[in-house]
């Protein structure tokens, strides 16, 4: 069963660790009305100044595929912080997992939130579109769950504006587009 004593002090060791830690890390610049929380691994998340009181009593991690989320342990279960500030299922208008502002978080399903994301294609310019031959290119959306192929081009911008159009079109506030107008999120890493 092992030693109660010697199990006590190795989680009082992990716990003084876990502070001796936190007290080194540099947090980021102050934001106007919101404030940062660290993580377990150095990382810091922000939400509004009227909530860092009540949330900052608990021990955030990151979480989540691949650690992107905020995540806490809530009556044995991970619970994300977007979750816990929205009481619903959440999307991040702006793509940053780790600002959790109110005004970067809105209500969104999951199809909604599976819109709202860059591009993941390494071997292609941009979002929505394909190699079709040595001079041509290809742009297609998916609607519905089927894919809806939009036409053939001759450049990977005209079909990427081509994808774009039909994004804002078919997706609304939760389109990620290529070239993003003031107010839209970016498909490209970058």
């Keep these: 069963m092992g030693n109660p004593k010697i199990a006590e002090e190795g989680r009082r060791w992990r716990l003084d660790d ?3 830690r936190r007290a080194l890390l540099v947090e980021p610049a102050p934001i106007s009305g ?3 929380i660290p993580l377990a691994d150095g990382r ?3 939400v509004d100044a009227h909530l860092y009181a009540e949330l900052s009593k608990l021990n955030w991690r990151g979480g989540g595929s691949r650690g992107r989320y905020a995540s806490t342990i809530v009556a044995g279960r991970t619970t994300y912080l977007h979750a816990m500030i929205l009481g619903a299922s959440a999307d991040h208008r702006n793509g940053d997992t780790l600002d959790n502002r109110l005004q970067n978080l809105r209500p969104a399903t999951q199809r909604q939130q599976c819109l709202n994301v860059k591009s ?3 071997k292609v ?3 929505g579109i394909y190699k079709k031959s040595r001079n041509t290119w290809g742009a297609s959306i998916r609607i519905d ?3 809806v192929h939009l036409g053939s081009f001759a450049s990977s911008e005209d079909a990427a ?3 774009d159009e039909a994004a804002r079109r078919e997706h609304g506030e939760f389109a990620c587009v290529n070239f993003p107008r003031p107010g839209e999120r970016g498909a490209l890493h970058g």
Excluded: H, I, S
Aim: positive net charge; hydrophobic residues 40%; charged residues 45%.
């Design 120 to 122: 993941r294609a390494r």
């Design 145 to 147: 769950g089927k894919r």
């Design 161 to 163: 504006r081509a994808y």
């Design 34 to 36: 919101a404030r940062w």
């Design 44 to 46: 810091f998340t922000l």
């Design 18 to 20: 876990a502070r001796r």
């Design 125 to 127: 310019p941009f979002k």
